[in-house]
């Protein structure tokens, strides 16, 4: 479980980024963020991993305090964050395979990372993890070559190889069209479910938000103003997370049908 208590972020300018965040993820569930821009969406995910440091509060990671813990010991904890970008995040001049494998360069030596001779207990988990997310035959490929969506399920294998316990998915559909996001969004609630992990995804797409997760927050000026299941999203919701706004197309769910696998580009 994560568990977040009174998390506070505040930058030197004064800005108040995060204000007493409270909030705690079951093993298994799959959440969203929400809200507008600058709502401290980004600076919560960043705050859990210690991408960027909490000014005060705690955050709790299957009973491991992770603000107080030592550069060290900070490190071997992320293994258990997998993190998946809105930007990929690849080394475009690696192939497929590599990048993959790449998520696993907190357990090995350095030598093995320098030379990229990883144990064959990883490749073959590479290979299946390819295999799951429809990639096994692009292992070879550069990660210049592939389409966005493509690039994205390398993303979630990389982060997955890490064996983590939660993953951090920051707007992982924000540079793909509607189809590929949706399809995205499916592959990565499938695999915690298949994985029973607990996921927070931050997404700028409430109807995408309603279409796949289990809960939701809702985010305003870096405190929450919503936190329940998609269902109960009413416009008067809404309006009191974003503003002012016509939110009834919004809360109309997405026609699916039609819906088929990604081409290979």
């Not at 258990?80 to 995040?89: C, D, K, L, T």
């Not at 997405?254 to 088929?260: L, M, P, Y």
Request: charged share 30%; hydrophobic share 40%.
């Amino acid at each position: 479980m994560l568990r977040l208590e009174k998390l506070v972020k505040t930058y030197k300018t004064g800005d108040q980024a995060l204000k007493s965040v409270d909030l705690e993820v079951p093993d298994g569930q799959v959440l969203a963020l929400i809200g507008p821009s600058g709502a401290g969406k980004s600076t919560l995910i960043r705050c859990i991993n210690r991408l960027v440091e909490p000014t005060s509060g705690n955050v709790f990671l299957g009973g491991v305090e992770l603000t107080g813990l030592s550069s060290g010991n900070l490190r071997k904890e992320r293994r258990r964050m997998g993190m998946i970008f809105q930007e990929y995040a690849l080394v475009e001049r690696l192939t497929v395979m590599e990048n993959v494998l790449s998520g696993r360069l907190g357990y090995v030596s350095f030598w093995r990372s320098f030379l990229r001779k990883y144990p064959q207990k990883d490749v073959d988990e590479a290979f299946r993890l390819l295999d799951r997310v429809g990639l096994l035959e692009m292992a070879d490929k550069r990660a210049d070559e592939l389409s966005g969506g493509q690039r994205q399920r390398v993303g979630i294998c990389r982060a997955l190889i890490q064996d983590p316990a939660l993953l951090l998915v920051d707007e992982p559909t924000a540079s793909l069209d509607p189809k590929t996001s949706r399809q995205i969004m499916r592959l990565i609630c499938e695999l915690c479910k298949e994985r029973g992990l607990a996921a927070i995804i931050n997404i700028h797409d409430v109807a995408l938000a309603q279409m796949f997760v289990q809960r939701v927050i809702g985010l305003r000026f870096g405190a929450v103003e919503f936190d329940g299941p998609p269902d109960a999203l009413t416009p008067v919701v809404l309006t009191t997370i974003y503003g002012e706004e016509d939110w009834e197309a919004t809360i109309d769910k997405i026609d699916e049908e039609g819906d088929e696998p990604e081409a290979a580009e």
